[in-house]
């Protein structure tokens, strides 16, 4: 970069301090503060491995640094993978091309699978979410529309999204997770009384018991011009780190519920654990956004061999999905409790 000959202003002049700072040997006691994107951008395998300033910066940034061991092996959340600038602007990329053609009017609906990774923050990865597609897509609606709803049904709590729009009074956050105050049910926030939904060990019909009135009561008074609907699919009976027991159809009844207010509508993905049953409830779900009717029998494709477990079916019967949790009143009170601890709020 270079002003002209000329010049006075000299930009070089911080690359030739950043030198003679590091032929001092002052950076030893330092702290190197890369912009996160920045990092997102050049952090390989190779480096976090191999270069230990990287890895610091990486760590700063929240990744590759949760470990935990699960199964024998060593795991963690946001690991510094092949590729990750890559996968980082193709989901966000594809979010923000779908919320650009429904800025433009000429769609009503507009979706990315790939996208819905809620849980990342302004400055670092969180929850498997390295960017917060979810963030960029809202703000990309926010210059054509006057407000924006967005509505979380994935099993975990949309805590980067609530994060970044607390202030903004043109965007409303709800979002429906499984809570448990006592295990820290990851990210462990999102009580009712920070005015969030919470839905722990439902099937469809309790989810629904919450799910319309809240809709209902939140369209109403907040009379969104555009909704964003991040559908993880987590909240599948079925999957292997939630608990809530929604079967394809209840969990596609949220579509159908906000694609029937008549706004234009962002489907976004998110969480799911149980590959066939996510691949199952996001293809219906892309029917009942377009409106068509898809037959049960999934038919034969490239990918067929995954749903032999499901016997073939679109609507996979999972022993738990849909049904009531053995009757038990203590559940049912205390989802009466959240969900009027919700009304009166709103
Ligand atoms: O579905 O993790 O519990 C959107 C989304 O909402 C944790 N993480 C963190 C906090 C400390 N722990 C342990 C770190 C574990 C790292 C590896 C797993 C590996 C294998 C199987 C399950 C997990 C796992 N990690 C289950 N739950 C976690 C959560 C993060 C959940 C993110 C949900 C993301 C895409
Ligand atoms: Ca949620
Ligand atoms: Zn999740």
Redesign the pocket.
Known sequence: MDYGENHVMVPHRASMTYGLVKAYGLLADMDLLREYLAVLRSITPDTYKNDASSRKQAQLCKLGV???K??GCW???NPVIDDLWDHCRRYAGGSLAAARALASGAYDVGINWSG????ACEGAAH???YVNDVVVAIRTLLGAFRRVRYVDI?????DGVQAAFLRERRVMTVSFHQYDAATRF??GTGAAEDCGGEAAGTGDERYHEMFGPIMERVMGVFQPDAVVLQC?A?SLAGD???GLRLSVRGHAQCVRLLRGYGVPLLLLG????TINHVASCWCYETAVAIGKEIPDDIPQHWFQHYYQSQGYKLHYCHEAAGRRKGGSTTTTGHMIKTKKTVMDHL
């Open positions: 949760v470990r935990d699960r199964d795991t963690e959340d819905g990774l809620h849980h929850g498997f979410c994935d099993a975990h709590h949309g990851f990210p993880g987590d292997r780190i939630a998110g969480g799911g654990y």
